[in-house]
């Protein structure tokens, strides 16, 4: 403690810092000329690299090669250029203290002031879908270090990784120097830019990795498979492909997208983070209405999930996170995304008052007339009819957001928990066939009746768990969720669905651990029921149906929504 004290004691006070040396390395060119027209007009120095040094001397401006400041050439075609004592004791000297400056002196090395750099372009050239030989060559190696080296010694110079930043070092540079407060903000900035860029190839670098032992690659999977449990001993495949699945480090890749108004309620604060290459609502655009809420992304997150289940033309109306009402259009029906939103409304138009709507179409007139007669916090989709369009965002109370062109699910779903986070992968389950199911009770249903069943037991994941949902002709009817048991679930859906219930199919997203919450439905009158089987009582619950004459699937498979 007293060395650090001693140490401290020697340090000269240093606000604002002259620039009279810049080291310029960059990759995005953009504002380059302006920025060395300013640099050159201050008479600054300015020591530059390859293609960055040409841009500059284009613009009529002297550079000195890096080349010639560290006496060696730039090598390995490029991978070795910065990387010298000459460029990093320029940049990491702190000349607060005297023994740094004698010993600058002492070697024959000049300070820089300024550190300009961005990194080589990595994300974009894995988004070109570049082979894996040429991503690498976008690592950086010495970019990373000039950042992390002079954002350390902000205290002496400045470190500047966007060009939108380049204004602000020409004004510095115009009023004489850089001060302590802009150093320090533009080194916190290159800390997290650095964090990105490595966070980014960390991510690439896992995901290649598991896509070459598991991935399309099926006989190297194997074949590399096959190598680690001869080394291994008893490792079994599947445990070494969710290791590879779940890495040791987690890489969360997220940047604020905008601050939101407040949090579930006014006074939590609350923020958007958008996922590196996402493509889900954190990403639609908001072409109308207030800004989204905190419950707006949750619900809208909620519709766009139970909508985006179906292939038909389909609509979910959510309220709380929860379905009032989830429809796939009549096959006869003229305008087929009006058929799914009409008959999702129809399943329960008071929880559907200010809900959240979800369209896997595109909004047409006859569908935004219906809308417009109702109150609706959001209705998302992947676009809108110019007249649809036109008639919503007349009402000024209504979100309308559209949704990435290219919108999907991530494969993984993460859950803070206390302490830590929970990671899974997404219930991307698409067996929904009834030809896969097994008949323990009644009859072979007829195709009608196993369409709905099919329908059901899709639109059933979508509901909180303890989730039933009654459907009938391709729309629910009746929907039951978020309950303590599965009895009162089963309640709940019968008393939504009213009359409807009679004759109607119901799906349960898990087993019925008694005939109790069967026998709810069976006093109902629905006329067959699918659920995934598995409990100790499954022979009292089959007898229950077969008593009522209901004919009743086990899919084998839960659909859990916690």
């Given at each position: 403690m007293s060395g650090h004290t001693n140490a401290q004691s020697l340090y000269r006070e240093r606000d604002v810092v002259p620039i009279t040396r810049a080291l310029i390395s960059v990759s995005d060119k953009t504002g380059l000329t302006e920025l060395a027209n300013a640099l050159a007009a201050a008479g600054v120095e300015i020591v530059s690299t390859g293609s960055t040094a040409a841009t500059i001397r284009a613009a009529g401006h002297e550079v000195t090669d890096v080349s010639t400041v560290t006496g060696f050439p730039e090598s390995l075609d490029g991978r070795v250029k910065t990387l010298h004592p000459a460029v990093h004791a320029g940049i990491l000297a702190d000349l607060r203290l005297e023994a740094h400056e004698d010993q600058l002196r002492d070697l024959g090395i000049a300070a820089f002031?300024?550190?300009?750099?961005?990194?080589?372009?990595?994300?974009?050239?894995?988004?070109?879908?570049?082979?894996?030989?040429?991503?690498?060559?976008?690592?950086?190696?010495?970019?990373?270090?000039?950042?992390?080296?002079?954002?350390?010694?902000?205290?002496?110079?400045?470190?500047?990784?966007?060009?939108?930043?380049?204004?602000?070092?020409?004004?510095?540079?115009?009023?004489?120097?850089?001060?302590?407060?802009?150093?320090?903000?533009?080194?916190s900035l290159a800390f997290e830019h650095t964090a990105h860029y490595d966070l980014s190839v960390s991510a690439w670098f896992t995901e290649n990795v598991y896509d070459q032992w598991a991935g399309d690659d099926a006989e190297l999977g194997a074949e590399i498979l096959d190598q680690f449990d001869a080394i291994l001993g008893s490792a079994a495949d599947s445990d070494l492909e969710a290791e590879m699945a779940f890495p040791d480090t987690l890489v969360i890749e997220t940047h604020r997208g905008s601050v939101l108004r407040y949090g579930e309620n006014s006074h939590q604060?609350?923020?958007?983070?958008?996922?590196?290459?996402?493509?889900?609502?954190?990403?639609?655009?908001?072409?109308?209405?207030?800004?989204?809420?905190?419950?707006?992304?949750?619900?809208?997150?909620?519709?766009?999930?139970?909508?985006?289940?179906?292939?038909?033309?389909?609509?979910?109306?959510?309220?709380?996170?929860?379905?009032?009402?989830?429809?796939?259009?009549?096959?006869?029906?003229?305008?087929?995304?009006a058929s799914a939103h009409r008959r999702a409304h129809d399943c329960d138009p008071v929880s559907a008052f200010g809900g959240v709507i979800a369209a896997n179409r595109i909004v047409t007139l006859a569908m935004a007339e219906a809308v417009s007669q109702i109150f609706t916090e959001v209705l998302v989709a992947p676009g809108f009819e110019a007249d649809a369009f036109e008639l919503l965002s007349a009402k000024k109370n209504i979100r309308l957001?559209?949704?990435?062109?290219?919108?999907?699910?991530?494969?993984?779903?993460?859950?803070?928990i206390s302490g830590g986070l929970l990671v899974q992968e997404t219930d991307a389950f698409d067996e929904f066939d009834s030809s896969t199911w097994q008949c323990v009770a009644g009859d072979e249903a007829d195709e009608a009746t196993r369409a709905d069943l099919e329908f059901a037991w899709k639109a059933c994941r979508a509901v909180k768990s303890n989730a039933i949902l009654l459907a009938h002709d391709g729309a629910s009817v009746g929907v039951g969720m978020g309950q303590v048991n599965r009895v009162d679930s089963c309640h709940l859906a019968v008393n939504r669905a009213g009359e409807r219930a009679a004759g109607s199919v119901a799906a349960s997203d898990a087993f019925f651990p008694f005939a109790d919450g069967l026998q709810v439905l069976l006093d109902a009158g629905i006329t067959a029921v699918v659920q995934p089987g598995g409990s100790v009582r499954?022979?009292?619950?089959?007898?229950?149906?077969?008593?009522?004459?209901?004919?009743m699937y086990f899919t084998g498979e839960r659909h859990f929504f916690h």
């Open positions: 002031e300024l550190v300009v750099v961005n990194l080589y372009p990595f994300v974009e050239t894995v988004e070109s879908g570049a082979a894996p030989a040429d991503v690498i060559e976008q690592i950086d190696i010495g970019g990373p270090a000039l950042v992390r080296a002079s954002a350390k010694n902000h205290a002496n110079v400045a470190i500047v990784v966007d060009p939108e930043d380049y204004d602000e070092i020409i004004d510095s540079i115009q009023a004489g120097g850089t001060t302590l407060r802009t150093r320090q903000k533009l080194a604060a609350a923020a958007l983070y958008l996922g590196e290459g996402g493509a889900g609502i954190a990403q639609a655009s908001v072409l109308h209405g207030k800004e989204m809420s905190y419950n707006n992304y949750v619900d809208a997150d909620a519709a766009v999930r139970a909508a985006f289940d179906f292939d038909e033309p389909a609509v979910a109306i959510i309220k709380h996170a929860n379905p009032c009402g989830i429809a796939v259009a009549t096959p006869t029906a003229t305008d087929a995304i957001l559209e949704l990435p062109e290219d919108y999907r699910r991530s494969s993984m779903e993460l859950r803070q499954d022979e009292e619950v089959i007898a229950a149906a077969t008593a009522a004459g209901v004919t």
